[in-house]
């Protein structure tokens, strides 16, 4: 038997382009310029302080608010948005919101599938009952699984796991885990210990604006300051203001009674600075760990900086 | 969509009891007004057990099949719209709720397809409700007053579910200007008055969609349904007009 010949249709490294993408509400909220790449079949998170244009990006991405000026270019087939407070008519088991999904999507699905959806997000028990009286936390996961069922090429999840214990995070972020190469994930949270554990690649906006886009990997190689949290047997504030006249430090706050978190020009002017100090004025000390770069000190760091 | 969003309208409607609580509610108007014009003598004498009104000398016309089906007219009019109204309402507000209109929103390929349903299957409840009520209300006419036409007064049941089909499009289209649902019941009446208040004016009478309710009395006062031409005409454009105005607007909204 001779093979065939077949053509693959060509598919460009991202499925999601903007640019320019402008949309503002008066003052400072709403998105600016925002260019943005979101790669094939990864997980894109979107992070931002409170009021950052996260929302609004998502809703024009999914297609339910327009841009003002910019453009989105997807190369996607269906865009689902599962809200962060996803509801449905109460009446409806969560079985039949699975159902009246995939039937409203146009998805050819059997009941098997529809099951399938439910125990995959971890409801397969609550499958006839009525979603009325399902807690947040369970509405969310009723809302994965109905886009889950459509077969979506692009999934946006507004804070899928806001509202979960801390167990149902876990599951959630193995389930956006497991998506990885299926389909396209994007994904807004404020738990960034989340998206920088189940997340490829990261966006973050200050303002409206991204001041950060790349691999969650790269973090670690930003250049940042090498920063120290440093416990002490006396108050805290006496370090604080002695670090604060050190002009190798570049940033001290007392974070507990007898805590002092630290940023220094480099390492090598932390690591023997930090000795050298407590030496000459006496103070005991308790313990010194170095802080670990992390999604959550790049938003700290980047979002100050953009702040001043 | 091949009648998901058709089907999911008619399970809303009998899995709330909706359409249950319509059709009591028209079925008991249709008791009630017929007795009440019945009884409406004996009803004023012990109104006024001192006998008041009878030493005004107020002469009381005889009550007709007619008086009796244009109580269930009255009952219609202010209680059984404001009912058809909440029906509606429950299944036009999408975008009360974002997290439900973004369920919806991001699956349907057009508004149409989302809109269409939750105008017609209400409408069409409303007009099974109005349909029985005329029928409960034709029975005990004939049963206490005089036989009043049976297929002509239950043909003027149809006028009226056009009415009621424009009062469905009217609440489409405030969904479509307001949000919650308070503010769609509310936007809603407030339009159905001032239409009614508009078709009080005299000369605009023979363009009153109000006066389609009243169809079930034409054939007990020896009216003719083709005076109701110019009301049904109007009223069915307007209905059309409010349903496509409301899909435009749902199309151009954002959650």
């Known amino acids: 038997?001779?093979?065939?010949?077949?053509?693959?249709?060509?598919?460009?490294?991202?499925?999601?382009?903007?640019?320019?993408?402008?949309?503002?509400?008066?003052?400072?909220?709403?998105?600016?310029?925002?260019?943005?790449?979101?790669?094939?079949?990864?997980?894109?998170?979107?992070?931002?302080?409170?009021?950052?244009?996260?929302?609004?990006?998502?809703?024009?991405?999914?297609?339910?608010?327009?841009?003002?000026?910019?453009?989105?270019?997807?190369?996607?087939?269906?865009?689902?948005?599962?809200?962060?407070?996803?509801?449905?008519?109460?009446?409806?088991?969560?079985?039949?919101?699975?159902?009246?999904?995939?039937?409203?999507?146009?998805?050819?699905?059997?009941?098997?599938?529809?099951?399938?959806?439910?125990?995959?997000?971890?409801?397969?028990?609550?499958?006839?009952?009525?979603?009325?009286?399902?807690?947040?936390?369970?509405?969310?996961?009723?809302?994965?699984?109905?886009?889950?069922?459509?077969?979506?090429?692009?999934?946006?999840?507004?804070?899928?796991?806001?509202?979960?214990?801390?167990?149902?995070?876990?599951?959630?972020?193995?389930?956006?885990?497991?998506?990885?190469?299926?389909?396209?994930?994007?994904?807004?949270?404020?738990?960034?210990?989340?998206?920088?554990?189940?997340?490829?690649?990261?966006?973050?906006?200050?303002?409206?604006?991204?001041?950060?886009?790349?691999?969650?990997?790269?973090?670690?190689?930003?250049?940042?300051?090498?920063?120290?949290?440093?416990?002490?047997?006396?108050?805290?504030?006496?370090?604080?203001?002695?670090?604060?006249?050190?002009?190798?430090?570049?940033?001290?706050?007392?974070?507990?009674?007898?805590?002092?978190?630290?940023?220094?020009?480099?390492?090598?002017?932390?690591?023997?600075?930090?000795?050298?100090?407590?030496?000459?004025?006496?103070?005991?000390?308790?313990?010194?760990?170095?802080?670990?770069?992390d999604l959550e000190s790049m938003f700290l760091s980047l979002t100050n900086r953009t702040a001043r | 969509m091949n009648g998901t969003l058709y089907r999911l309208e008619t399970t809303r409607l009998l899995r709330t009891h909706t359409l249950l609580l319509l059709v009591a509610a028209f079925a008991a108007f249709g008791v009630v007004a017929p007795v009440l014009t019945f009884f409406m003598e004996d009803l004023l004498g012990l109104a006024d057990p001192g006998g008041d009104l009878a030493a005004m000398d107020l002469e009381i016309p005889p009550m007709s099949a007619a008086d009796a089906l244009g109580s269930y007219v009255e009952f219609v009019m202010p209680l059984g719209v404001l009912l058809v109204v909440l029906v509606a309402t429950a299944s036009l507000t999408v975008d009360a709720s974002p997290g439900r209109s973004v369920f919806y929103r991001s699956r349907v390929a057009r508004m149409a397809d989302l809109i269409l349903p939750r105008v017609v299957v209400p409408a069409a409840a409303a007009f099974v409700a109005h349909l029985v009520g005329v029928t409960v209300a034709w029975s005990l006419t004939s049963l206490l007053f005089d036989p009043a036409p049976p297929p002509a007064t239950l043909a003027g049941a149809v006028p009226g579910g056009l009415y009621l089909a424009f009062v469905v499009g009217v609440v489409a289209l405030a969904s479509t200007v307001v949000r919650s649902a308070l503010a769609t019941v509310g936007l809603s009446i407030g339009v159905l008055v001032v239409v009614a208040g508009i078709g009080a004016i005299p000369a605009l009478d023979a363009w009153s969609t109000g006066a389609l309710v009243r169809a079930v009395l034409l054939p007990s006062t020896g009216g003719a349904f083709a005076d109701l031409a110019p009301a049904a005409a109007l009223t069915a454009v307007l209905t059309v007009a409010a349903v496509a105005l409301s899909i435009v607007r749902s199309s151009a909204r954002e959650v």
């Open chain 1, 1 to 293: 038997m001779t093979e065939e010949p077949r053509e693959w249709p060509v598919r460009t490294p991202n499925v999601i382009t903007t640019e320019k993408l402008t949309r503002t509400y008066g003052g400072d909220t709403g998105i600016l310029d925002v260019d943005l790449s979101v790669p094939r079949g990864r997980v894109f998170g979107v992070v931002g302080p409170n009021g950052a244009g996260k929302t609004t990006l998502l809703s024009i991405l999914a297609g339910t608010r327009a841009p003002a000026s910019g453009r989105v270019r997807t190369d996607g087939g269906r865009i689902l948005l599962c809200p962060d407070v996803p509801d449905f008519e109460p009446w409806l088991t969560a079985s039949e919101v699975v159902a009246l999904s995939a039937r409203m999507a146009g998805a050819d699905v059997g009941p098997g599938a529809v099951a399938g959806a439910l125990d995959r997000v971890g409801l397969a028990e609550a499958a006839d009952r009525r979603n009325g009286r399902f807690s947040r936390g369970m509405r969310q996961r009723l809302g994965l699984a109905a886009a889950l069922v459509c077969r979506p090429d692009v999934l946006i999840l507004d804070e899928p796991a806001s509202g979960l214990d801390p167990q149902g995070r876990v599951d959630v972020l193995d389930l956006i885990t497991s998506l990885r190469g299926e389909c396209t994930v994007i994904l807004a949270s404020h738990l960034l210990g989340d998206v920088q554990r189940v997340c490829d690649d990261v966006v973050l906006l200050v303002r409206g604006r991204v001041v950060h886009q790349g691999p969650v990997s790269d973090i670690a190689d930003q250049g940042r300051p090498a920063a120290w949290h440093v416990r002490v047997r006396e108050r805290a504030d006496h370090l604080a203001a002695l670090l604060a006249a050190e002009g190798w430090v570049t940033h001290v706050s007392r974070v507990e009674a007898d805590c002092v978190y630290l940023e220094a020009v480099d390492a090598a002017a932390g690591e023997s600075g930090i000795p050298r100090l407590l030496a000459e004025h006496g103070v005991p000390l308790v313990a010194m760990s170095g802080h670990t770069p």
